[in-house]
């Protein structure tokens, strides 16, 4: 990258301060330190004195475009984000969940985040790949050229190689170890539904005990939902607990979306969501 | 009674234990440690620093089926669940995980009515504690020394497990560790070298600390009592928190649960799930109203239940610093310092 | 005793369900495996009915809507298009048998089209058997 972790930060903090001071908004939505330097935090300033907690790290992998929808309509956020939370905002901004009046995107362009937990460098295998944010107002930084993009859904060929039989087992030894933590939706910027489909009773769409077939019902359903929606960051992933490849699915529905539709989530503001879109010329082959 | 085996003879003790009963200890999956009930010998690991999740499942499991139940009958003709639990060796059990059972045991029988299930879990299980390795500090998440527990503190525990070079010293600890550990014809005769290193190791454990903040019980009670409308507060804490659950879940001190009814065609079982208060709808009632819509709110709650109701009701602190809610936190929330700036608030 | 599938069968209203009906008027013969569930618009088809259909130990799941263009709501199986299309690649990727859901579109007139239809499916859903991954074992 041009510039450092370092220097990206100091301009992070230089323009929201500028952006609170001037009362062009009235939240930043950003990353500050945890209790050690591998574990930050998403952060919300609030004021110009909050700015100086504000950091900007290889760990900060949050989505913080989950936390747009806490707020009321009309309340002015600045937010910080990287290529896949870039196109979360889009999808947002799609689904009417927040006004572009209201949003000040910095995006930021960068390589090399790393997983707190592994210290493995976060790539497309597990994300979108991308470096450079698809939407923004104002850029940290400067767009990364040249750089070899990952292919997103690469990590997938050893799972559509493998025979369906096979596939099941796989899939049902890993919903198996689901414990129902629901931390997958809570991470996720696109699951903000109120109730959730899981938590209603009337009707009941999947058992709530944490056994075999309420789990596959569970994140099936979720992989349905977010069908076309999903943008990638690998937030939900790294949220799990027991390590459950969920990334794999949704790269898997973001894929065939593509061939599908000829649409990714989130990467244009001119797109419309694939699934409340349609074309008359859709093949029925897509029913095979 | 002290007893020595070396740590790769351990194969050898856990078949005598399968031999005697079921067999639960820490297993690698995917690189991550799990308490699972064991099938192959092979697969028992003590090398691991602790498990991803707590060992509470052994005694509270996340499911539990109570009632079988058809829906076109009487509910007299619904049949209870027999509830049949074989001999259980829980074994390399951390001191703080085994200091949870304490805890929980106040809730589950400790409060007039005894949980049978909980109880006849509890009853039929011999618990091999284990000392944390001393050599290795510890974990930046672990607070366990705040809390009054010792690295190598064996209470609570049947027989205590510290280990030596290559060697795994055991002790038995109540008498009935010491019937178990008979039995188990662990071999190999302790020295008196190895009665003393096991005192002295134990004592290492108390001054070995984790993060250490002094806390006094009835302070922290009273501060969060004073803290309780402060919304400011509680409102800047939980910014960033998701209120999933993962925390609840992973907490060897958290019980909260729910029972349900599932039911598919006329046939049905009531059953018991883990249920947490970081979730959006566990206070929703039947007309619609939830008292705690905000994140806020539910985090006050989690926070104020373990660190002041339990210790107004039972002088106890419901936690014992394992670390796994601020390690498995999604947005690395360290919930010791939340109860840290609360004492300076 | 053979095995009998259990096939749950969601029509719609205006073409499906009247095809199913003028299969019935000219006494064409097809297999008594299928259970119909009539939807005004295969666009109301939410994809949970499919998977708690597996769930509730369906062996195989049958939706026939109108032809696309020809939507009675004008625009509704378009969209069921594309949401049903997404159902089938998830149920692959998890390993269900994808040939357990099959869509249709068969118009008023095609009494024919249904009944040779029910009577495939029921036989390839013969073939394979129970259907056991997503049952609930309760």
Not at chain 2, 146 to 169: H, V
Not at chain 2, 281 to 308: C, M
Request: glycine content about 6%; charged content about 25%.
């Amino acid at each position: 990258m041009a510039i450092s972790f370092k220097q990206i930060e100091e301009k992070l903090k230089a323009e929201s301060k500028r952006l609170l001071e001037t009362g062009q908004v009235s939240v930043v939505l950003a990353y500050q330190n945890g209790y050690d330097e591998k574990h930050p935090m998403p952060y919300a300033a609030k004021c110009v004195s909050d700015v100086e907690n504000i950091i900007f790290n290889e760990y900060c992998n949050f989505n913080m475009a989950r936390y747009l929808v806490r707020y009321s309509r009309g309340t002015k956020i600045a937010i910080a984000v990287k290529a896949a939370d870039s196109r979360a905002v889009i999808q947002l901004l799609h689904e009417e969940k927040v006004c572009r009046e209201d949003v000040v995107v910095m995006g930021i362009p960068v390589y090399g985040m790393k997983n707190s937990e592994t210290g493995q460098e976060i790539d497309g295998q597990t994300t979108c790949g991308l470096y450079n944010p698809i939407l923004y107002d104002i850029l940290l930084g400067e767009e990364i050229h040249g750089k070899p993009v990952v292919s997103p859904f690469e990590v997938l060929t050893p799972y559509e190689a493998m025979d369906r039989e096979d596939r099941f087992v796989f899939w049902k030894k890993e919903f198996d170890r689901c414990i129902r933590c629901y931390a997958c939706r809570k991470a996720c910027p696109m699951c903000y539904c109120d109730p959730c489909f899981i938590d209603q009773q009337k009707p009941r769409w999947g058992e709530k005990s944490p056994q075999s077939s309420g789990n596959f019902m569970y994140h099936l359903t979720r992989f349905h939902h977010l069908a076309g929606r999903c943008v990638d960051c690998g937030e939900c992933s790294r949220a799990c607990p027991v390590n459950i490849p969920l990334y794999l699915f949704h790269k898997k529905m973001a894929k065939e979306c593509k061939e599908m539709f000829g649409q990714g989530a989130g990467m244009s503001l001119k797109d419309k969501p694939v699934l409340i879109n349609f074309r008359v010329d859709d093949s029925d082959k897509i029913l095979e | 009674m002290l007893k020595k085996t070396a740590i790769d003879k351990i194969s050898e003790l856990a078949s005598r234990m399968m031999e005697q009963g079921t067999l639960i200890a820490p297993v690698k999956e995917d690189g991550y440690f799990h308490f699972r009930e064991i099938a192959d010998v092979q697969a028992v690991d003590l090398n691991y620093h602790n498990t991803v999740t707590s060992p509470k499942s052994v005694f509270f499991p996340p499911v539990e089926d109570f009632i079988h139940y058809e829906t076109g009958k009487s509910i007299l003709d619904a049949v209870a669940v027999e509830l049949n639990v074989k001999p259980t060796f829980l074994f390399g059990v951390r001191p703080c995980d085994v200091r949870s059972f304490q805890i929980m045991d106040i809730h589950f029988s400790g409060t007039g009515s005894v949980d049978p299930y909980w109880q006849k879990r509890r009853e039929a299980t011999v618990i091999f504690g284990y000392a944390f390795y001393l050599d290795e500090p510890a974990q930046a998440e672990e607070f366990y020394s705040t809390l009054g527990i010792g690295a190598a503190d064996p209470e609570g525990s049947d027989i205590f497990m510290i280990r030596k070079e290559n060697d795994l010293l055991l002790k038995s600890m109540t008498s009935k560790g010491e019937k178990i550990l008979d039995r188990l014809s662990v071999h190999d005769a302790a020295t008196p070298e190895d009665e003393k290193y096991f005192e002295e190791y134990i004592h290492r454990g108390r001054q070995t600390r984790t993060r250490f903040t002094c806390i006094e019980k009835s302070n922290i009670a009273k501060k969060m009592e004073d803290l309780f409308h402060n919304n400011d507060f509680w409102m800047k804490i939980s910014s960033a928190c998701l209120s999933c659950g993962v925390c609840t879940f992973l907490c060897p001190n958290c019980y909260c649960f729910d029972i349900c009814d599932e039911t598919l065609f006329g046939k049905g079982t009531r059953r018991r799930v883990w249920d947490a208060c970081m979730f959006t709808d566990f206070t929703l009632e039947a007309s619609g109203h939830n008292p705690r819509t905000q994140v806020y709110q539910r985090l006050r709650q989690k926070i104020n239940h373990k660190y002041s109701y339990h210790v107004r009701k039972y002088d106890t602190i419901s936690c014992v610093g394992c670390g796994r809610c601020t390690r498995h936190c999604p947005v690395n929330i360290d919930i010791f310092s939340i109860v840290e700036d609360a004492m300076k608030a | 005793m053979s095995f009998e599938p259990k096939i749950l069968g969601i029509a719609c209203n205006w073409c499906t369900y009247t095809g199913a009906d003028l299969a019935g008027t000219t006494r064409l013969q097809y297999p008594q495996n299928l259970r119909v569930v009539r939807v005004m618009c295969s666009s109301r088809i939410n994809p949970s009915f499919i998977f708690r259909a597996f769930q509730m130990g369906a062996d195989g799941v049958l939706i026939g809507g109108c032809h696309p263009g020809d939507c009675h709501y004008n625009t509704g199986n378009l969209y069921a298009r594309r949401r049903l299309a997404v159902t089938k690649k998830i149920l692959d990727f998890s390993g269900m048998e994808p040939e357990r859901f099959r869509v249709e579109w068969i118009s008023a007139s095609e009494g024919n089209k249904f009944a040779e239809v029910v009577t495939e499916f029921t036989e390839q859903i013969r073939k394979l058997g129970p259907q056991t991954k997503f049952k609930i074992a309760l």
